[in-house]
Every structure is written in structure tokens, then in C-alpha cells.
């Protein structure tokens, strides 16, 4: 069994949709969304993640990496952990996804 089964995870990313606000209170990201007045907490494991996709340019495989050494967790579990939050968050309108080329609302905002 080859460690590249989905090799489109190397091109996804994901970018937070430029409607939403997002505030850490006490180490947990608080996220806003306006448009559906929605909020939702995440928790520590989920504020780390949150943290890196406002950076941007994040694949799933650099965040499930990022987790292994946060976290202590094994790379297919993360990686497991890490397409469900961003399936969920996409669902619910907080995240876009893109490819790695293509960035909606990185760094310009206004």
C-alpha cells in the first residue's frame, strides 16, 4: 500500500471565507459567521488547525503534519482528523476551498 493514495491532497487547500471573523478567547478560536448568524468554538486541536489556515497556503497534509507535533497523534490519524474538520467547516460556509495556486482572501483585505 503506497503512503500516496490520495495524491490530491498534495494541491488542496483551504482558506477562510472572507466573511468570517474569528477571535481566540482563552485559547479557543471563536468563529463568527455573519451571513448565516452562525458561531461556532472550536476546540484546542481545531484552534491550532484555525491558526495555521489564516496563515494560508496550508495542504492537508502540512496541517496533519503540523498535529503530529502538537499533538503526539500518528500521521494517518491526523490526517483522518484533519479532512473532518475541514469538511466540516466547508459545510458550514467558514472555509473556501482552493488549490495551492489559488488563494481567495489572503492577504488583502478590503
Known sequence: MSS???PAHEELTFVVAGHVV???IQGRALLLDPQ???IQQLNEVG????????????????L?????KEFEVALPE??????????A???RGFLIQGTQGAQR???GEG
Do not use: M, N, Q, Y
Open 22 to 24: 474569528s477571535r481566540v
Open 105 to 107: 482572501d489572503g492577504s
Open 36 to 38: 448565516r448568524d452562525e
Open 47 to 62: 484552534s491550532h488547525l484555525w491558526a495555521l489556515l489564516l496563515e494560508g497556503g496550508h495542504s492537508v497534509p502540512s
Open 64 to 68: 496533519a503534519t503540523s498535529l503530529t
Open 78 to 87: 491526523a490526517i483522518g482528523d484533519v479532512e473532518e474538520f475541514l469538511k
Open 89 to 91: 467547516l466547508s459545510e
Open 4 to 6: 500516496h493514495e490520495h
